[in-house]
């Protein structure tokens, strides 16, 4: 279906912070606007402090894609912490409340950027719009007074739809009493230009960090947040470092650098005495070059304990030729299917299927470059505007409701 060039949107962050969601939501809305579409956001925050970093605003990878896109990005100006993406406080000033006022009233629709933004969207005397909620997690009784805000927005009328990246975040919001007619499934995708195998750049790689070509390389590509289950990651590196003394283990992401003393004393108690194994864990924090991260690797491991719906690390990974070794959270199983292994969260059965596919890393190459359109950006983005298209047409055969006075 071929999007209707010239339809306004905003999309509304709680902040840029590093996250997949993010990621995929900031894609989109390049794409999109790529296909003619008008888009704009406006994040709450411009400053945020969680997984002990600070992260600005322009600063961030995705506010820059976006910005070098001409697409147009304002903020509320906020800098607060965030707990669990949470905001600090859902009471908001005259002037954000005007200056929200002003970004909706340019809009057709609005894009939330999963449900927390909502504690801003549902507040009186905004415009109205069709706002369809894009969710990325499988654990909505997590979300804190989010799920709330949802549900009212929709007794409201406001939420025309809600984008499921995952089977699993459909269902887990259909148990939690979001009416399923509202639920539409549009698995992520990724730009397979970007992600692919790449052996010049696997080499450039492994040689800035001293790594030995032949040499096992697992990643570990997630923030520091307890849904992550790093402990259990740092307890599989001891279990397979200490089998294979070439290996190395790369930890990408927000809180993954010798600053975050949380970290440091997860690894003082995974690896006790053997400190010598830890040496052979590299922390790369944020990067911005994850295609080659990835190429450069052979494992991409994940082992959330939760939370997790479609995770972009093991689809990023997975089409630059890393074997994903996932905990069956989500819709991590599903993805991986036939292409990596799924594993108990159990140290030693990840540990085992870390050396399984590293060993078995060529015989399954095949299966992955077969999986490859599946798993495409085109495909997602046409997606997303085919809803978008849906949503605004129904919307304006509604009769006109009265704006703020």
Known sequence: M???????????????????????????????????????????????????????????????????????????????????????????????????ARAMAAAEVI?????????????AGLPRRPVVVCLHRSDPENQGPALQELKAAIADGTVAACVCCAESTRAAYEAAGIPSRLLHVIPNGVDLLRFRPDPAARQAFRASLGIPATAPVVVFAARYATMKNVPLLLRAARAWLAREPEGHVLMCGAGMNDGNPALWADTEVAFGADRRLAERIRLLGVRRDMETVYAGADVV??????????????????????VPVTTD?????????????????????????????????????????????????????????????????????????????
């Open 111 to 123: 894009l939330s950027l999963k449900e927390q933004p909502l504690a801003l969207l549902n507040q």
């Open 301 to 322: 491991a994940l082992t959330s304990a939760s939370g997790e719906a479609a995770p972009l690390c093991l689809i990023e990974g997975m089409m630059c030729g890393a």
């Open 329 to 405: 959270v989500g819709d991590s199983a599903e993805i991986v299917r036939g292409h990596g292994f799924v594993t108990p969260q159990d140290p030693e059965a990840i540990a085992l299927a870390w050396a399984a596919a590293v060993a078995g890393r060529a015989g399954l190459a095949p299966a992955l470059a077969a999986s490859r359109e599946r798993f495409s950006r085109t495909r997602m983005i046409a997606a997303y505007a085919a809803l978008l298209d849906g949503v605004h047409t129904g919307a304006s055969r509604l009769p006109t409701l009265p704006g703020p006075l």
């Open 2 to 100: 071929r999007q209707r060039h010239g339809l306004r949107v905003l999309s509304v962050y709680e902040g840029f912070f590093s996250g997949g969601a993010r990621i995929v939501h900031s894609d989109v809305v390049r794409g999109l606007a790529e296909g003619g579409q008008s888009h704009q956001v406006l994040s709450i925050h411009d400053e945020v402090r969680r997984e002990a970093t600070r992260q600005r605003m322009e600063d961030d990878a995705c506010y820059r894609a976006l910005t070098a896109a001409g697409i147009g990005v304002t903020s509320l100006g906020r800098s607060a912490g965030l707990v669990d993406g949470a905001l600090a406080a859902n009471v908001f000033s005259g002037p954000e409340m005007a200056e929200t």
